[in-house]
C-alpha cells in the first residue's frame, strides 16, 4: 500500500467534510462603507463549546515538500479558523474520523487570498506554511480544559506534489 499522499487544490466542496474555505470567491453579499466594500458575509462556522473565541497571531517555520506526516491533532471544544498574514500558500492536511482516530489523510495546498476554519473535532496536520512568512491570525477558542489531542502513525505518510 502507498504512503503517498498527493496535493490538491483547496477547493470548497472537497473540503467540506472538515470545514470551511475562508476566501472571497463569488460576489460579495453585499456591500458596505459607501458602496466601495464588498462583505463576503459569515463564511466560517466559529465553535467555541465552553469558552470565548480569541484571535492569536501564529509565527510558523516554513516547511519543505514533500513532507513527512507523522502527526495529526484535533481540538474536541472548538474549531480552528487560519487567516495567512500573507498570499503565499500554505498546505492543508485534514483525515476523516474513522471511531476515534483518524482515517486516510488528505492534504490540499491553498491558492492567494484562502485560509480555512477547521471544524471543532477534525483531524489536521500541524500548520504548515510551504514559504515565508509564516504568519497567521487565529481565531479559535479560549477557555479552561485541554483542547487538543494528537495522534502519531504507526507509518508516516509522504505529502507529496
Known amino acids: 500500500m502507498s504512503r503517498a499522499i498527493r496535493i490538491e487544490p ?3 466542496e472537497a473540503f467540506a467534510p ?7 470567491a463569488g460576489a ?33 517555520v516554513p ?18 479558523a487560519f487567516l495567512p498574514m500573507s498570499s503565499e500558500p500554505f498546505l492543508v492536511i485534514v483525515a476523516p ?3 476515534g482516530v483518524p482515517g486516510v489523510p488528505r492534504a490540499f495546498r491553498t491558492a492567494p487570498g484562502q485560509g480555512v476554519n477547521y471544524h471543532r473535532g477534525v483531524w489536521h496536520g500541524v500548520l504548515t506554511p510551504l514559504a515565508a512568512p509564516g504568519l497567521f491570525a ?9 483542547n487538543l489531542e494528537e495522534h502519531w502513525f504507526e ?6 506534489t
Open 10 to 12: 483547496l477547493v470548497a
Open 18 to 24: 472538515f470545514g470551511d474555505v475562508l476566501d472571497a
Open 28 to 60: 460579495p453579499d453585499k456591500l458596505i462603507n459607501q458602496g466601495l466594500c464588498g462583505r463576503y458575509h459569515d463564511r466560517a462556522r466559529i465553535d467555541v463549546s465552553d469558552g470565548r473565541a480569541g484571535i492569536s497571531i501564529f509565527d510558523a
Open 63 to 80: 516547511r519543505d515538500l514533500p513532507l513527512r506526516l507523522e502527526m495529526v491533532e484535533r481540538h474536541p471544544d472548538g474549531s480552528q
Open 97 to 99: 474520523d474513522e471511531a
Open 138 to 146: 487565529v481565531v479559535d477558542r479560549i477557555g479552561a480544559g485541554a
Open 155 to 160: 507509518e508516516p505518510y509522504d505529502i507529496v
